[in-house]
């Protein structure tokens, strides 16, 4: 090999090559270190030719601009501190559903929303089409009943700069050592795909955003199928969902919840549980269960990912039943954030008025398939949507579902705190 055969096309070669096999900081260190080198070799009357070939590679002495990392996104996935903040907890569940899609532009967000609205489906910027992946499905149905307002509607009202403002805003407010950026969501989708093996190729042809850094070195291959690019897509997103936190159930037998609690944290090392992730709402026999002539055993509640959750069903063995899928796997049954909290709220403030029910199999909880479906208007419970299960002389039973543990809260509800939704308005 001559020097005047080192040009950009031979070191675009070269890239290629090491991106089957090394991450993008390795790479970048491979071609300072040749570049280097062949200035040494070379001399300076082929610096000219060198320089131009390595145009794009950086130094080492170039400010730190690493991208947030795998670690970082499941903080943002993960985190409740925004709850408090609308507009930052919006613009969180807008970057989440972005990186599940490729890491979407924002600008081509809306239209992307309106194509899985008709069928499900999702354009990619190389013209492939992808089934979205559920996981992105339910953040779009959440979003709808957590805010009132479809995304869409949300995006309509945004100014130009308000996006990447509480994006700066979140990152800030985490401490996540690196700037989070619109575009931070298709680096995080090209780490997460990295993570799962998938090869630079496979990646630079199904990333749904053109500025990443892995399409520098890596260009799309047109004889990469569709179903290998929707597979990509299924896995990014498997890989955000196991390592999610969730909240589980587990119903307490001949061990008492402060026990098992003792148990889970002691192996913490092993389970990865905190304190601040078991909650016991009961105590004794402070619930009473309905469809079973015996008062209900106590009830712990925990929040783990869906492995580690599949290890404390195995580490608590006999000891307490963790509620789980019937179908499949038999995997822990998710129960998610939104019921999680509204339980926790009206087991802190109506702890004396409240009843779980576990229906037999087969059956529906009393009532919910005849009655109304109500809104709390005022009082402890004010905002929650429940169903009007029985009617007394100045109040209404109203229920909650909580479908992780094929259960159901009730509290007692004067009539003038209701009003229908809906049908019943």
């Known amino acids: 090999m001559t020097p005047s055969e080192i040009d950009g096309k031979y070191i675009a070669g070269f890239r290629?090559?090491?991106?089957?096999?090394?991450s993008p900081g390795s790479i970048s260190q491979y071609l300072r270190s040749l570049r280097s080198l062949l200035n040494s070799y070379l001399?300076?009357?082929?610096?000219?030719?060198?320089k131009e070939a390595f145009a794009g590679i950086g130094s080492k002495n170039e400010s730190d601009t690493r991208h947030i990392t795998p670690a970082d996104f499941r903080k943002i996935k993960d985190t409740t501190a925004l709850s408090t903040y609308p507009a930052l907890e919006k613009a969180r569940r807008i970057f989440i559903l972005s990186t599940l899609l490729g890491g979407i532009d924002i600008e081509e967000l809306p239209a992307a929303l309106s194509a899985i609205e008709t069928n499900g489906r999702s354009t990619l910027r190389t013209g492939v089409s992808i089934s979205v992946p559920s996981q992105a499905l339910s953040v779009i149905r959440h979003f709808k009943e957590e805010f009132g307002v479809s995304i869409s509607q949300c995006l309509s009202t945004l100014a130009d700069d308000s996006y990447p403002k509480c994006l700066d805003a979140i990152g800030a407010t985490l401490s996540l050592r690196h700037p989070l950026l619109p575009k931070s969501s298709a680096d995080v989708w090209v780490a997460l795909a990295r993570t799962d093996g998938v090869p630079a190729t496979v990646i630079a042809s199904a990333v749904n955003n053109s500025d990443v850094a892995i399409l520098r070195y890596s260009e799309a291959d047109e004889s990469i199928s569709a179903?290998?690019?929707?597979?990509?897509y299924y896995a990014v997103a498997d890989t955000i969902e196991s390592s999610t936190n969730h909240w589980y159930g587990a119903r307490c037998f001949t061990t008492a919840p402060?026990?098992?609690?003792?148990r889970l944290l002691y192996a913490k090392t092993k389970l990865g549980i905190e304190p601040d992730d078991v909650y016991?709402?009961?105590s004794g026999d402070s619930a009473v269960t309905e469809g079973c002539d015996k008062v209900m055993q106590p009830m712990l509640f925990f929040r783990a990912t869906a492995t580690r959750a599949r290890d404390?069903?195995?580490?608590?063995?006999?000891?307490?039943?963790v509620y789980s899928y019937r179908t499949g796997e038999k995997s822990p049954a998710i129960i998610s954030d939104t019921?999680?909290?509204t339980f926790m709220l009206l087991a802190r403030v109506g702890a004396d008025t409240l009843k779980l029910y576990f229906p037999k199999a087969g059956d529906n909880p009393p009532g919910l398939e005849i009655n109304d479906t109500v809104i709390i208007t005022d009082g402890n419970f004010s905002g929650h949507v429940g169903i009007i299960e029985k009617a007394g002389s100045d109040s209404f039973r109203v229920i909650v579902r909580i479908t992780g543990i094929s259960a159901v809260v009730t509290a007692e509800v004067p009539k003038k705190f209701l009003r229908g939704v809906g049908d019943n308005a």
Do not use: N, W
């Not at 290629?16 to 090394?22: A, E, I, K, Q």
């Not at 179903?227 to 990509?232: F, R, T």
């Not at 402060?258 to 003792?262: C, G, V």
């Open 16 to 22: 290629t090559h090491l991106s089957d096999r090394l």
């Open 227 to 232: 179903d290998d690019i929707q597979e990509v």
């Open 312 to 321: 404390i069903k195995r580490h608590l063995g006999s000891h307490a039943y």
């Open 339 to 341: 019921e999680m909290m």
């Open 280 to 282: 016991i709402p009961f």
């Open 258 to 262: 402060s026990e098992i609690k003792e």
């Open 43 to 50: 001399g300076p009357e082929y610096r000219p030719a060198i």
